[in-house]
């Protein structure tokens, strides 16, 4: 497969959301890369924003780009500004906030399109300090944990968002040991397949489980570049593999 791997360019500054920059995490790093024509909704950030917390999350809004670009920006500025204001303070509840940001997402989503518009987000917080990790999962591809007991999902929580206005998502938290890795891929790397429109021939979460399994998890980037570097290989560059996208954290220390 050619050198699929880059940081997602800003094609359009009034359209597209804007590039994240990482934030450095003591003790954990966290990373992503893209593969494919990048033609559909995936888009991820981060933020610090407390001390001790980092957001992050990948969406994956449904739609063509060129179509849904403006509604892919101001989720981004939702995620941000209401991001920072829930979770800035010290003392807060991570779950309560968690389930609140969701829902301003949400809201947001159905107002800036003026109806329906499916978008499946895996939201999380990294608390610095605990090595803990609140998450919602609104209707997105499993996110996976691997430590050293194994690997696992991380599945839905609740709708997808941008479809009911006052869905809610539980908002559970999860451990992260010391040299445990958080993955989570987008509906494009679970369903690049060598065959279009057969799922026999898809590369499957199953496939991206022993990926993981069998990748070092040393590096946040290097781990994200391994996992589309496989599944491209799978699928043996198909066009039709569209929007892969492979956020990772990885609790360094």
Same mark, same amino acid.
Not at 17 to 21: M, T
Not at 135 to 138: P, Q, R, W
Not at 238 to 241: D, E, N, P, Q
């Given at each position: 497969m050619?050198?699929?791997?880059?940081?997602r360019a800003?094609?359009?500054?009034?359209m597209e959301?804007?590039?994240?920059?990482f934030p450095?995490?003591e003790?954990?790093e966290?990373a992503?890369?893209?593969?494919?024509?990048?033609?559909?909704?995936?888009?991820?950030d981060?933020?610090r924003?407390?001390p001790?917390r980092i957001?992050f999350?990948?969406l994956?809004?449904?739609g063509?780009r060129?179509?849904n670009?403006a509604?892919?920006?101001v989720a981004?500025?939702?995620f941000r500004s209401?991001?920072?204001?829930?979770?800035?303070?010290v003392?807060?509840?991570e779950?309560d906030a968690?389930?609140d940001?969701?829902?301003?997402?949400?809201?947001?989503?159905?107002?800036?399109?003026?109806?329906?518009h499916?978008?499946p987000?895996?939201?999380a917080?990294y608390?610095?300090?605990f %090595?803990t990790?609140c998450?919602?999962?609104?209707g997105?591809?499993?996110a996976?944990l691997?430590?050293?007991? +194994?690997i696992?999902?991380?599945?839905s929580t609740?709708?997808?968002? +941008?479809?009911?206005?006052?869905?809610?998502h539980?908002?559970?938290t999860? +451990?992260l040991?010391?040299s445990a %890795?958080?993955l989570?891929?987008?509906?494009?790397?679970?369903?690049?397949?060598t065959?279009?429109?057969?799922p026999?021939?898809?590369?499957?979460?199953?496939?991206?489980?022993?990926?993981?399994?069998?990748?070092s998890?040393d590096?946040a980037?290097?781990?994200c570049t391994?996992?589309?570097?496989?599944?491209?290989?799978?699928s043996?560059g198909?066009?039709?593999?569209d929007d892969l996208t492979?956020?990772?954290l990885?609790?360094? %220390?």
């Open positions: 050619r050198s699929l791997f880059r940081q800003l094609e359009s500054p009034a959301p804007l590039p994240a920059v450095k995490i003790g954990a966290i992503a890369a893209v593969a494919g024509q990048r033609i559909a909704g995936d888009f991820y981060s933020l924003v407390s001790e957001l999350g990948l994956d809004l449904a063509r060129e179509e670009g509604v892919l920006a981004q500025q939702t209401q991001g920072a204001e829930l979770f800035s303070k003392d807060i509840n779950a968690m389930t940001l969701s829902l301003r997402i949400n809201r947001k989503l159905l107002e800036v399109s003026q109806g329906v499916s978008c987000a895996f939201i917080c608390h610095e300090k %090595g990790l998450y919602t999962n609104a997105h591809t499993p996976l691997r430590d050293r007991t +194994g696992v999902e991380l599945s609740g709708l997808p968002l +941008g479809l009911f206005s006052h869905a809610t539980d908002a559970p999860v +451990g040991g010391r %890795g958080l989570v891929v987008s509906r494009g790397v679970v369903e690049c397949g065959e279009s429109h057969d026999a021939s898809e590369f499957g979460l199953e496939r991206v489980k022993e990926a993981l399994q069998h990748t998890l590096h980037q290097a781990l391994a996992i589309l570097d496989t599944a491209g290989k799978f043996n198909a066009s039709f593999c492979a956020l990772a990885i609790r360094t %220390g």
